[in-house]
């Protein structure tokens, strides 16, 4: 019987690639932008690792703007971490 290809996802902030079960998913959908804890709702996905220094980089460096084409509200990045806390904590 064959190996199951194991999906790999990047990190926004450290850039490595992952398992994408180690890895927390963000995304924008239709009603805004929050943390996919399931991984598999609909709309555009970034990844970032699980840890807060590449959460804070991410936040810190806008790099969810650049990963969605769009400007991301900073009280939008603070609900984010809020969640990313709820769920790591």
Do not use: W
């Not at 810190?60 to 009280?75: A, I, N, R, T, Y």
């Amino acid at each position: 019987m064959t190996e199951r290809k194991v999906p790999l996802r990047q990190c926004l902030a450290c850039r490595e690639k992952k398992d994408k079960r180690t890895l927390l998913r963000i995304v924008r959908a239709e009603d805004g932008i929050h943390v996919d804890p399931t991984g598999r709702k609909n709309g555009r996905g970034a990844y970032v690792c699980r840890n807060i220094t590449c959460m804070e980089t991410a936040v810190k460096k806008h790099l969810l703007d650049k990963s969605f084409g769009m400007q991301v509200p900073p009280e939008t990045y603070g609900v984010l971490k809020e969640e990313f806390d709820a769920l790591n904590g």
